[in-house]
């Protein structure tokens, strides 16, 4: 079992800011689907994301008869809840990216495709320069994107992966990975890392490999105190 070091309070204070982002946006999503569902009964339904919440708190806040009193009246209280949260998670990103431009190693780790200020953040609060660990092996296995390994009658097989450790850091490379997919399906196999995995794996499996991938990158980035160097394709010869 591999532990990372002590971690200061401004590093605790930072995770916070995380933990509380993380809890405000769950509750939110729950907000959110609560709302739609008895505006659905209504016979009020709009679009998935932004575009189609906006879409119902402008029912709800419109001066027409669209609605009951007494609907609206009900709906109001969860429409000010919605904004409400929105509002404190904005607040709280901020504070995150505030500490992120005055920390200089997660500055770094923001060179990364895939990495963004939320992710370099957590990370570098999460286990300060890294060094904690011996190899990007071991950081990636910390945060569970290894796969399990059964072994019997001398032979290892290769399972799917362990999920220990950090959940909340694996999820936010998992989901990133997710996002850089979409760029590499238009690029050639032969040229892309992530567009030879896509063409021989399931899209979910390429994206646990990517975050595999990522995972060991942010290790060396941080260790190395360097920044991130895209990677060259090989000269053809």
Known sequence: MRFVPVKSRDQQAVLMLHRARDLLIRQRTMLINAFRAHLAETGHVAGLGRTGVTELLGVVEADDDRLTPLEREALSHLAGQIRDTADRITALERR??????????????????????????????????GTTFRNAR???????????????????????????????????????????IRYARAKPADENWLANVLSRRPAKVAAVAMANKTARIVWAVLVSGRLYQQEQPAAAT
């Not at 920390?103 to 570098?124: C, D, F, Y």
């Not at 950081?139 to 290894?146: D, E, H, N, Q, S």
């Open 138 to 180: 071991q950081f990636a296995a910390w945060l569970g994107l290894v796969p399990r390994q059964n072994s019997t009658g001398g032979k290892t097989r290769l399972g799917h992966i362990t999920k220990w450790g950090d959940s909340y850091i694996r999820r936010l490379l998992v989901v990133s990975s997710c996002a850089l």
């Open 96 to 129: 995150i990216l505030a500490w992120h431009r005055s920390s200089e190693a997660s500055r770094r780790l923001e060179t990364i495709p895939g990495v963004g200020p939320i992710t370099a953040s957590v990370i570098v609060a999460s286990i300060g320069d």
